[in-house]
């Protein structure tokens, strides 16, 4: 898999059947490893290793449902009483981030009310913070760290 604009972090591989998996330490089960999903899984070890949030408060790949439609978000980041903190968009590395990217999670956004935004093929990464107040939002260079 190719190299990602992330730390080096250790996965656990399995190979079954000429496929390649990667255990998913929110999900507890072997995922088949697809460029997205690699993504996907740094972004889960930086939110754990880098950004200290707790396992518990880390969702993966789950169902919602926008203006009637079923949408699977990537992952959410929750706070303690169970409101959204940070919805995660993930694309693969050949995947370039548009606009288009970023009216699809701010779509997803209005349904899950999070007060962070970040969107990443693994290359690039765009974190935000929303301004629900003036319906926009505001570039960072970071996500905030996890404060228990």
């Given at each position: 898999m190719?190299?990602?604009?992330?730390?080096?972090?250790?996965?656990r591989?399995?190979?079954?059947?000429?496929?390649?998996?990667?255990?998913?330490?929110?999900?507890?089960?072997?995922?088949?490893?697809?460029?997205?999903?690699?993504?996907?899984?740094?972004?889960?070890?930086?939110?754990?290793?880098?950004?200290?949030?707790?396992?518990?408060?880390?969702?993966?790949e789950?169902?919602?449902?926008?203006?009637?439609?079923?949408?699977?978000?990537?992952?959410?980041?929750?706070?303690?009483?169970?409101?959204?903190?940070?919805?995660?968009?993930?694309?693969?590395?050949?995947?370039?981030?548009?606009?288009a990217?970023?009216?699809?999670?701010?779509r997803?956004?209005?349904?899950?009310?999070?007060?962070?935004?970040?969107?990443?093929?693994?290359?690039?990464?765009?974190?935000?913070?929303?301004?629900?107040?003036?319906?926009?939002?505001?570039?960072?260079?970071?996500?905030?760290?996890?404060?228990?």
């Amino acid at each position: 898999m190719q190299k990602l604009n992330f730390q080096l972090y250790n996965f656990r591989f399995k190979n079954s059947e000429n496929k390649v998996s990667i255990f998913d330490e929110i999900r507890k089960k072997f995922i088949i490893l697809t460029p997205e999903e690699w993504v996907r899984q740094h972004v889960v070890q930086f939110l754990l290793e880098e950004k200290k949030y707790p396992k518990s408060l880390i969702n993966v790949e789950k169902v919602l449902k926008v203006n009637g439609l079923r949408k699977r978000y990537d992952v959410v980041v929750f706070n303690s009483d169970g409101s959204i903190f940070i919805l995660i968009e993930c694309k693969a590395p050949e995947v370039k981030i548009a606009q288009a990217t970023f009216d699809q999670i701010a779509r997803y956004n209005m349904t899950m009310k999070s007060e962070f935004l970040m969107v990443t093929n693994g290359l690039n990464h765009y974190f935000c913070q929303m301004d629900f107040e003036n319906e926009k939002y505001v570039f960072l260079e970071n996500l905030p760290n996890y404060n228990s």
